[in-house]
């Protein structure tokens, strides 16, 4: 091997070294089946610690209302929904029935158009919407979901191109109010 080829080779090493290094470790500090998604596969990964305090009880009925504005890109799945896929896997970890989960979505400010069906989404961001399959997730887990009707507006989105299975809420502020007076415990995402 001559020594411009044993340069490259070695430099490449060392460039790469340090960029394995963190995948290796977090694949040491996290075995096969550490995560678990006892409801919503591929979304809102839970560890349950046998020692964990505060657990669900499955007789008990819980209400949230997540309240969704946040989003850091539309090239991405939305944290703030992959939380709330969390919190049901976290509640179905914790044998909670479906029934039991009485959780709410509501998607507005910066993240209203989370809430597009496909083809009003790519034709604004010129790819597919990426937060698809955890909507049809979370809906078939029993979540009801909404977008804020007023956010629709001021962005120039219209109530048909919304994700059939986002409903469109009068309006973010009314539903804040009227689910939390319903005893929704509001998470703000």
């Known amino acids: 091997m001559n020594i411009n080829k044993l ?8 460039v790469l070294s340090p960029l394995a290094a963190p995948a290796a470790l977090a694949a040491a500090e996290h075995p096969a089946g550490f995560w678990s998604y006892p409801e919503i596969a591929g979304y809102g990964p839970v560890h349950v610690w046998p020692q964990a305090i505060d657990r669900p009880q499955p007789g ?7 309240d969704v504005t946040h989003t850091k890109s539309m ?7 992959d939380h709330v896929a969390r919190a049901v896997n976290v509640f179905a970890a914790a044998k909670v029935p479906e029934d039991h989960m009485k959780f709410i979505v509501i ?12 083809k ?5 961001y010129g ?6 399959k955890v909507i049809d997730d979370l809906h078939k887990a029993g979540v009801r979901l909404m977008v804020c009707g007023n956010a629709l507006a001021d962005n120039g989105f219209t109530p048909s191109e919304v994700n059939p299975e986002i409903k469109v809420a009068m309006s973010a502020l009314s539903t804040l109010i009227i689910e939390q007076d319903k005893g929704y415990a509001l998470m703000r995402m």
Not at 111 to 117: G, S
Not at 120 to 124: H, L, S, T, V
Not at 127 to 132: G, K, M, R, T, V
């Open 7 to 14: 340069s490259a080779l070695i430099l490449a090493a060392s």
């Open 60 to 66: 008990t009925t819980y209400k949230a209302l997540f």
């Open 75 to 81: 090239d991405k799945l939305n944290g703030s929904l």
């Open 107 to 118: 998607i507005h400010g910066p993240a209203t158009a989370i809430a597009l069906d496909n």
């Open 120 to 124: 009003a989404f790519e034709a604004k």
């Open 127 to 132: 790819h597919p919407n990426p937060n698809l």
